[in-house]
């Protein structure tokens, strides 16, 4: 099993929706949790670190965390084609640093 | 600031070649990490730097020789690579290992 797992997608919402990413990890003992945007070529690019249950928020951007499932989430309100990216889940278990394998998301003009 | 620089952006060398990566940070953080990234997958870890000392060393080819000279700075000497070593090559740093990682813009290296 997979510290961290995504679905790889690829997923397509059209311009102006909500865009749901999934996470789900093994680690009951992980501690800090991470979103990352990478356009192709480029290096990730941290969107959000969320390290308590609930949800946070930062403009478009709302993550979820939920450790008694072990499952985090990025929602993207108002979707933008500029939107259009790999997103990459990692987890942190304090020493240890976990990427997911990313899902693609195409934001469809 | 959260800026990681790196250089050179793009690297062409020979199999016989040896050559360095160049990873800098200002921002006072005390782990500092390599990465390699093929296309269409997610960053592999390669080296683990905490405090200017090897932590993670994740049974890279010693082909591949990291450096750290002071708490800024993380070089990749590469010497004798293959083919299929050509990829994208991240450079990340952290305040501490675990924490929020900040990624450089990357070496896209090429091996022929």
């Known amino acids: 099993q997979k510290e961290v797992e995504q679905n790889s997608g690829p997923l397509s919402v059209p311009e102006g929706a909500i865009a749901s990413l999934n996470c789900t990890y093994s680690?009951?003992?992980?501690?800090?949790f991470f979103w990352y945007r990478q356009y192709s070529g480029k290096s990730p690019e941290l969107i959000m670190s969320?390290?308590?249950?609930g949800d946070k928020e930062d403009g478009r951007f709302t993550a979820q965390l939920n450790k008694a499932s072990q499952y985090v989430s990025l929602l993207i309100r108002d979707s933008q084609p500029s939107d259009s990216a790999t997103y990459l889940c990692?987890?942190?278990?304090?020493?240890?640093?976990?990427f997911g394998t990313g899902t693609s998301l195409t934001v469809i003009p | 600031d959260t800026e990681v620089t790196q250089t050179p952006k793009h690297l062409v060398m020979g199999m016989t070649n040896k050559k360095s990566l160049k990873c800098e940070q200002h921002?006072?953080?005390?782990?500092m990490y390599w990465y390699k990234q093929k296309a269409k997958k997610p960053p592999e870890l390669m080296f683990v730097y905490s405090y200017e000392k090897l932590s993670i060393n994740e049974s890279v080819p010693s082909r591949f020789s990291p450096e750290c000279p002071n708490s800024s700075l993380l070089n990749l000497h590469l010497h004798a690579l293959q083919p299929e070593d050509s990829a994208l090559y991240l450079c990340?740093?952290?305040?501490?290992?675990?924490?929020?990682?900040?990624f450089g813009p990357g070496t896209r290296l090429t091996v022929l």
């Open positions: 969320i390290y308590s249950n």
């Open positions: 921002m006072g953080h005390r782990a």
């Open positions: 990340a740093s952290s305040q501490v290992v675990g924490d929020t990682q900040y």
């Open positions: 990692a987890v942190s278990t304090g020493n240890q640093f976990y």
């Open positions: 680690d009951r003992g992980s501690q800090s």
